[in-house]
Antibody, heavy 119, light 108 residues
Framework: QVQLEESGPGLVQPSETLSLTCTVS?????????WGWIRQPPGKGLEWIGS???????DYNPSLKSRVTISIDTSKNQFSLKLSSVTAADTAVYYC????????????WGQGTLVTVSS | SSELTQDPAVSVALGQTVRITCQGD??????ANWYQQKPGQAPVLVIY???NRPSGIPDRISGSSSGNTASLTITGTQADDEADYYC???????????FGGGTRLTVL
């Protein structure tokens, strides 16, 4: 049974880079084409951040594209998110998930990790 | 604002049927998927590819689509169905994923 778990700092300073890792267990990350990141600011809705193909290419939300990098490490069965120049508006619960189909759906999801941007 | 529009809140009496809608021009070309999210939990996929249910999702939850509107219907609504529901599909360009703003379902 595939499981995903996010990890990374819960507090990031403004203007710095947010870095998170998603570890996939019970399933080879190369057995599936796409993996994604979604975030949810406190009390608000879901926002797709981007997705990474198991061979390394990625696509991003146009509104975040200039600040986002998503990469994959097949040797560790992990994929990662980097979001640069963060502000308080980037405070959110960040989820990783397996992406399938077209139009894409996400299943399953990690439990999410809260990242707060504050000095 | 999202390219997929959902009513912010909907209420339904226990045991009754409720329809939650998602509107957007891209839905004329692409199917919608639906997620249920309970407080403090990650979203759970309940409908994919317009009408399909993942294993473990009860058949009283169904999906449909007409024109620019996708719908999630819950029949015989139970207290446990009280949650936020989100749709997702492609944006108007067809290149990117987008989520609706979410609908909070209250069971009376």
């Amino acid at each position: 049974q595939v499981q995903l778990e996010e990890s990374g700092p819960g507090l990031v300073q403004p203007s710095e880079t947010l870095s998170l890792t998603c570890t996939v267990s019970g399933y080879s990350i190369t057995s599936h084409n796409y993996w994604g990141w979604i975030r949810q600011p406190p009390g608000k809705g879901l926002e797709w951040i981007g997705s990474v193909y198991h061979r390394g290419s990625a696509d991003y939300n146009p509104s975040l594209k200039s600040r986002v990098t998503i990469s994959i490490d097949t040797s560790k069965n992990q994929f990662s998110l980097k979001l640069s120049s963060v502000t308080a508006a980037d405070t959110a619960v960040y989820y990783c998930a397996r992406r399938t189909g077209a139009p894409e759906w996400f299943d399953p999801w990690g439990q999410g990790t809260l990242v707060t941007v504050s000095s | 604002s999202s390219e997929l529009t959902q009513d912010p809140a909907v209420s339904v009496a226990l045991g009754q049927t409720v329809r939650i809608t998602c509107q957007g021009d891209s839905l004329r070309r692409y199917y919608a998927n639906w997620y249920q999210q309970k407080p403090g939990q990650a979203p759970v996929l309940v409908i994919y590819d317009k009408t399909n249910r993942p294993s473990g999702i009860p058949d009283r939850i169904s999906g449909s689509s007409s024109g620019n509107t996708a719908s999630l219907t819950i029949t015989g609504t139970q207290a446990d169905d009280e949650a936020d529901y989100y749709c997702n599909s492609r944006d108007s360009s067809g290149y990117h994923v987008v989520f609706g703003g979410g609908t909070r379902l209250t069971v009376l």
